[in-house]
């Protein structure tokens, strides 16, 4: 049982290129998310989907842009990377979401992006 | 006010001893609440969540929540060296996703 797989593990982009962070869970969880980890700043939510077919903006979405056509696959795209979007990305998924019932969210291995 | 604090530390302890991680989260409505450790250069892996008044034990791990105080804790007791990593701190607001602080470093010395 993989759990959440991401790719690539490292990549150096130039300012203006564009790339796409591929996510897959295996569990069949509906609910998905990216998130971006800074040094010091703590993990900041860029958007999430709760199936299929539908997601929504977190606290930080400008510059990204989402798809989920499948409950296994969850891509997250950058459009004209900048240097600001140097980071650590995360894709995590989870059982439920919210207060409904108790559950933690499953990473992946994450993404360290560099953009120079 | 950031939504959820913990010091940053380093927080450093001998082996054996307990380690005392805080956090403290400003959406009185919280209701779910999360820890997780963070390994450098690796992801975070859920340990302990809680959600009544109280202390929950998990092994060597006892998470504390105070909702009166707004206040979370993890306790470590018997600190080993595979301790050492970032815990995170999590908070589940009403009607939004799970928040999480900026993490405490721990160390634990041999």
């Known amino acids: 049982n993989a759990g959440v797989t991401q790719t690539p593990k490292f990549r150096i982009l130039k300012i203006g290129q564009s790339m796409t962070l591929q996510c897959t869970q295996d569990?069949?969880?509906?609910?998905m998310y990216w998130y971006r980890q800074d040094p010091g700043m703590g993990l900041k939510l860029i958007y999430y989907?709760?199936?299929?077919?539908?997601?929504d903006k977190g606290e930080v979405p400008n510059g990204y842009n989402v798809s989920r056509s499948t409950t296994e696959d969850f891509p997250l795209r950058l459009e004209l990377a900048a240097p600001s979007q140097t980071s650590v990305y995360f894709c995590?998924?989870?059982?439920?979401?919210?207060?409904?019932?108790?559950?933690?969210?499953?990473f992946g291995s994450g993404t360290r992006l560099t953009v120079v | 006010q950031k939504e959820v604090e913990q010091n940053s530390g380093p927080l450093s302890v001998p082996e054996g001893a307990i380690a005392s991680l805080n956090c403290t989260y400003s959406?009185?409505?919280?209701?779910?609440f999360f820890w997780y450790r963070q390994y450098s250069g690796k992801s975070p892996e859920l340990i302990m969540f809680?959600?009544?008044?109280g202390d929950k034990e998990d092994g060597r791990f006892t998470a504390q929540l105070n909702k009166a105080s707004q206040y979370v804790s993890l306790l470590i007791r018997d600190s080993q060296p595979s301790d050492s990593a970032t815990y995170l701190c999590?908070?589940?607001?009403?009607?939004?996703?799970?928040?999480f602080g900026a993490g405490t470093r721990l160390t634990v010395k041999p």
């Open positions: 995590a998924s989870s059982r439920s979401r919210g207060v409904q019932a108790d559950y933690g969210y499953t």
């Open positions: 569990m069949n969880h509906n609910y």
């Open positions: 989907s709760v199936g299929a077919g539908i997601t």
């Open positions: 959406d009185r409505g919280s209701q779910s």
């Open positions: 809680i959600y009544s008044n």
């Open positions: 999590a908070v589940t607001p009403p009607n939004n996703d799970m928040r």
